[in-house]
Antibody, heavy 115, light 110 residues
Framework: QVQLQESGPGLVKPSETLSLTCTVSGGSISNYFWTWIRQPAGKGLEWIGRIYSSGSTNYNPSLESRVTMSLDKSKDQFSLRLSSVTAADTAVYYC?????????WGQGTLVTVSS | QSALTQPASVSGSPGQSITISCTGTSSDVGRYNYVSWYQHHPGKAPKLLIS???NRPSGVSNRFSGSKSGNTASLTISGLQAEDEADYYCSSYTSSSAVLFGGGTKLTVL
């Protein structure tokens, strides 16, 4: 059974960079697309972007200037970096597997942007 | 890119059927058969209910069904149960290779 687990700091200061890692277990990171999604409190889901195991990426146009995704096949991990964060970036961040049909999700991790 | 349009809330009594709509444009819902539906209980990970408009992943109850007409997709839940009370989200692949989610619909089982 494929499982995903997000990890990273729960608190980030404004203007700094948010960094999260998703660890995949029960399966390989190879030959799949991996996606990041977020949900601000009381709001809906927002697609952040995806990365293929080859390293190719697609990002949400509204976040593209601040987002970088990468992966480490040796560790079956993929990562999200979001720069110049503000309070508006406070959200639960999820990682998931797939392109548009996301069949496996992590439990989510709350990231708060505050000084 | 604006979110796909869903009703903010729907409700129904146990045993009844309800339908949640998801309206996009000719650049997303209307263009691709890559519409998905998710059930989200607060505090848990979203669960994929429907992929590619009508496909139910293994293990998903056949009480959940999906359809599409033009720029609008729909999720129907038949035989409502108390455990169906949750938030429901649609998503679609787009012509810019992105994915758009709907704003979400809160289902209340009366």
């Amino acid at each position: 059974q494929v499982q995903l687990q997000e990890s990273g700091p729960g608190l980030v200061k404004p203007s700094e960079t948010l960094s999260l890692t998703c660890t995949v277990s029960g399966g390989s990171i190879s030959n799949y697309f991996w996606t990041w999604i977020r949900q601000p409190a009381g709001k809906g889901l927002e697609w952040i972007g995806r990365i293929y195991s080859s390293g190719s990426t697609n990002y949400n146009p509204s976040l593209e200037s601040r987002v970088t995704m990468s992966l480490d096949k040796s560790k079956d991990q993929f990562s999200l970096r979001l720069s110049s964060v503000t309070a508006a970036d406070t959200a639960v961040y999820y990682c998931a597997r797939g392109v548009s049909s996301l069949g496996y999700w992590g439990q989510g991790t709350l990231v708060t942007v505050s000084s | 890119q604006s979110a796909l349009t869903q009703p903010a809330s729907v409700s129904g009594s146990p045993g009844q059927s309800i339908t949640i709509s998801c309206t996009g444009t000719s650049s997303d819902v209307g263009r691709y058969n890559y519409v998905s539906w998710y059930q989200h209980h607060p505090g848990k990970a979203p669960k994929l209910l429907i992929s590619e408009v009508t496909n139910r992943p293994s293990g998903v109850s056949n009480r959940f069904s999906g359809s599409k007409s033009g720029n609008t997709a729909s999720l129907t839940i038949s035989g409502l149960q108390a455990e169906d009370e949750a938030d429901y989200y649609c998503s679609s692949y787009t012509s810019s290779s992105a994915v758009l989610f709907g704003g979400g619909t809160k289902l209340t089982v009366l």
